[in-house]
Structures are given as C-alpha cells and as structure tokens.
C-alpha cells in the first residue's frame, strides 16, 4: 500500500525521501522516473502529421504516466510528490495542478498532490549581452519559449493563462509568474546564481576575468532571483553558482542559514500535514522559507566546490572570486572594512 508516490521528471537519487537521520520520515513505496525526451519543458500535445513531422507531447506523457500508475496502485495513495530539475522544474510548475485535476476526475480526490521545483525558476530578464537568436542557447529566454510553443502546441494551465493577452502565454514559463496560479503546494529549490540562467543570459564565466559591468550584473541577477522568491511560501535559495541540486550527491549537504534541503523538506511536510489537520502554524525551529541573503556566487560555505574549467583544480571561494577579477581591496574599502575581515567574512560567509 502506497504512503507516497513519487514521479520524477529528471533523475532524482533514490533516497530523496528516505533521509530518516535528516529528518525526513516519509515513506516511499513507489517511485517512477520519467526520462526527458520530449524537449517542449513538459508542455507539449503536438502529435506527429503529414505537415508536422516532429513530435512533442510532454504534457500527454504525464497523463498517461499518472493514469498508469493508477492502475498499478496510486490510488491508494495519500501523497503525490511531482519533483523535476531544470526543465523538469518548470515542467512540475506547469502541471502539478493538471496532475491533481486529472485524479480527482479519475475518482481520487483525497490523493494530496505537492510539487518540488528545482532549478526550474527562471527569470524573463534583460540579457547582458544581447546576440542573434540561432538557436536556443543563444535566445533570450523569452523568445526561445515564444518559438518553442509555436512547434510545441504547449498546454498552459488555465488559471495562469487567464491573466494574460492572447499570445502572451509564455509567460507562464517563468515561475514567479505561474507560482501565485497555483492551488497545489510546490515548494521552491533554486541557486540563486544559476548557471543556466547565466548561459541564456550570456554571461561566461570562464577564460578571462569578468569585467566590472559583469560582475555588478551577476550580483543584480541574485538580488532579481531572491526578490521574485520572496512570496513564496516553501522556497530553499542558496547563494551559489550551480545548476540543479536535488539531482547531485551533495544535495544533502548544502545548507541555508544552517539548515539543509532535507531537514527543510521536513519542515515543509509537517506544516502541509499540521494545516490540514488541525490549521496550526509551521512549527517553530522548523523553517520552510530559506533565502540566503549575502550578495556574491559562493558566499555561502556549504556551496559545492568550484573546479577550474582548464586545470580541474578545486578553488574555494577566495581563489573563485578572484578568479571573477574580484577586487577585494577595493570591495573592502567600498564596505567600509578590512580586506582581512572581508576575507574571512567570505570564508564564514557572512
């Protein structure tokens, strides 16, 4: 009998709920993977044809996953987690709501869906340097997804695509703007100086120092990021430069005000189940909203290590930001410090 079921939109470690030394104590009894293969974010309901040959049905593939596992004992379920990285991020944000509709017209309406989102919340923002849209790593993000749905034939949740104009509909590709849309619980795992979002936003971090104008933007682009997460109920943003978490082997090891992503979890599983029993708060010592607040890529020491692209050397922070081209002299003068106590300011990551 089912305690939880868990589908994956991008490969997660088998023990994401089994942490009992972490504090998370939800059981899985069943877990399914769902390889990305469709390439349309998990929006897509384009069937192949005689004018179309390309294939995109994202969107149909969760359908058709969740009526299956129906059938192999979801129902029985009290809890359905959809969790994804990246594009599998934004892909739980567009369809943890359909999800739930789906079940509660196949007859489960006591089946609680939740959704975990990493990686996934990007920002519609003004790139750092503008270059031709070729391909989608060279679009901005905006228009890579204005293309995208006109081959994806993508379906977007209604409650978020009534809030906009006919043929604005890729707004609900960003989740601070899908995110208030939503009736299911979806908690929030985001870098807050993600690679990816730098990519689209052609900024390289590799080769040269970054220039001044770079690096005043990467700062900005945190404080973008931390202010679009502010509402969110459930959210874990460390200040670090990566791209996914739930999907690596140290994802247990990153901490947010001296609180790791598992215990976290915990935290947001017992406030879901303390509402719906019995409308107390979230526990006190057992915090859900985790924004780190220091304003450089890898302020916070429980980051995951830096190797250097050419020489495969570990760097720690320091080393990192100077190889950014940071100016501890001058950033210490401009705070008013020491370059020492800066330094060690780094270090603690205060």
């Not at 009998?1 to 899985?28: D, K, W």
């Not at 807050?192 to 040269?208: I, M, P, S």
Request: aromatic content about 10%.
């Amino acid at each position: 009998m089912f305690a939880v079921g868990l589908i994956c939109l991008t490969p997660i470690l088998p023990h994401y709920v089994r942490q009992e030394n972490s504090g998370v104590h939800i059981l899985l009894v069943s877990f399914s993977f769902i390889p990305y293969c469709s390439s349309d974010v998990w929006c897509g309901a384009s069937a192949k044809t005689e004018k179309n040959e390309y294939v995109f049905m994202g969107s149909l593939i969760i359908q058709e996953v969740v009526k299956e596992l129906v059938g192999k004992g979801l129902g029985n379920a009290k809890v359905l987690l959809l969790a994804g990285s990246s594009a599998g991020g934004t892909g739980v944000l567009l369809n943890v709501d359909r999800v739930a509709e789906q079940l509660e017209e196949m007859g489960y309406p006591g089946i609680q869906v939740r959704g975990l989102a990493d990686s996934g919340w990007f920002l519609d923002n003004k790139q750092y340097r503008r270059t031709d849209c070729i391909d989608s790593i060279t679009c901005a993000p905006t228009e890579a997804i204005r293309r995208g749905l006109r081959y994806w034939n993508g379906i977007i949740p209604e409650r978020c695509k009534m809030q906009f104009k006919e043929g604005e509909e890729w707004n609900c590709f960003f989740g601070y703007k899908i995110y208030p849309t939503l009736r299911c619980p979806v908690f929030v795992v985001q870098w807050l100086f993600d690679e990816a979002q730098l990519t689209v936003d052609n900024v390289h971090l590799t080769g040269q120092p970054v220039q001044e104008g770079q690096w005043l933007y990467i700062q900005n682009l945190g404080r973008e990021l931390r202010n679009t997460l502010k509402d969110v109920t459930a959210s874990f943003a460390p200040a670090c430069l990566s791209h996914e978490i739930i999907t690596r082997t140290h994802w247990t090891d990153i901490q947010v005000k001296g609180t790791s992503l598992p215990r976290a979890l915990h935290c947001w599983d017992r406030s879901l189940h303390d509402s719906n029993k019995n409308g107390k708060a979230p526990l006190k010592g057992c915090p859900i909203h985790l924004i780190d607040s220091c304003p450089w890529p890898h302020c916070n020491p429980t980051c995951p290590t830096i190797q250097d692209q050419y020489t495969g050397q570990e760097m720690n922070v320091i080393q990192f930001l100077m190889h950014m081209g940071f100016d501890v002299q001058k950033m210490a003068q401009q705070q008013g410090l020491e370059p020492s106590k800066l330094l060690g300011m780094l270090n603690s990551g205060s």
